[in-house]
């Protein structure tokens, strides 16, 4: 690590609250790292930086991050591997950041582990909203390990009872409909991938099955229906798809 990084560190360390989360930043290009730290402090994190993948690991194995922006374009390490070591060693959420032409390695990402992802060019508001959506889903899984009931907005998904209402109302689904709605329900806000989806619906012979995807997704759309309170299901094109709460833009 170069003294001056170091110095980022210490200075982002001593101004930062004891209480506020401190997000790992690992990007290579001086300019985004400026953009990326100013995102951040501005909204009340800690920030450490690191330029490659080598100076990362060595940042995880002295601090806890309670966040990971990670580039997937670094100079001396694969990204998509660097989300791997970390998961190994780290629950914290990690968020890709990519250049468009990555999606491919962006998808291998989220399904080694990663949580989310911003594409190049980002602007600091959705940055800074799949942060805190990646720090409350931390935060609810930190307080219940293996939650059954799920309140989105006024969806409730009850897992035991497998029970699921809209606005007191039941809603009537098949039951790959309900398992799609059970994993996008427990990690609301958090984009799961097609084949996370085709894993987490797969028939209880444990076949898994992608086939047909986009049609259970439809139906479960229209299933789910609308309101000022109603979560929505967003595709994400090419990846996958999440479960928005209604105060999320």
């Given at each position: 690590m170069t003294h001056q990084t170091e110095e980022h560190e210490s200075r982002s360390r001593s101004r930062r609250p004891s209480d506020a989360p401190l997000a790992l930043v690992i990007e290579d290009d001086i300019a985004q790292q400026l953009v990326l730290r100013a995102a951040l402090e501005s909204r009340g994190l800690g920030v450490v930086v690191a330029g490659t993948g080598v100076?990362?690991?060595?940042?995880?194995?002295?601090?806890?991050?309670?966040?990971?922006?990670?580039?997937?374009g670094l100079p001396d390490f694969d990204g998509v591997e660097l989300c791997r070591r970390i998961r190994q060693t780290h629950r914290c959420p990690i968020i890709v950041v990519t250049a468009d032409g990555d999606e491919g390695r962006m998808v291998m990402a989220l399904d080694i582990g990663a949580d989310d992802y911003v594409t190049k060019p980002y602007?600091?508001?959705?940055?800074?909203?799949?942060?805190?959506?990646?720090?409350?889903h931390a935060a609810a899984l930190a307080a219940v390990n293996e939650?059954?009931?799920?309140?989105?907005?006024?969806?409730?998904?009850?897992?035991?009872?497998?029970i699921a209402l809209a606005d007191g109302a039941?809603?009537?689904?098949?039951?790959?409909?309900?398992?799609?709605?059970?994993?996008?329900a427990r990690n609301a806000g958090r984009v799961l991938t097609h084949k996370q989806l085709a894993m987490a619906s797969s028939s209880d012979d444990g076949v898994s099955n992608a086939d047909g995807l986009r049609g259970a997704m439809s139906h479960l759309r229209k299933r789910l229906?609308?309101?000022?309170?109603?979560?929505?299901?967003?595709?994400?094109?090419?990846?996958?798809?999440?479960?928005?709460?209604?105060?999320t833009s």
């Open positions: 100076e990362a690991l060595r940042v995880l194995s002295v601090q806890e991050p309670d966040v990971v922006l990670v580039d997937l602007g600091p508001d959705m940055l800074m909203a799949r942060v805190r959506v990646a720090l409350r939650a059954t009931v799920f309140h989105i907005g006024d969806l409730l998904v009850d897992v035991e009872a497998h039941p809603i009537e689904l098949s039951p790959r409909q309900f398992r799609l709605l059970t994993a996008l229906g609308t309101g000022p309170q109603r979560p929505r299901i967003v595709t994400e094109p090419h990846v996958g798809y999440r479960l928005m709460p209604p105060d």
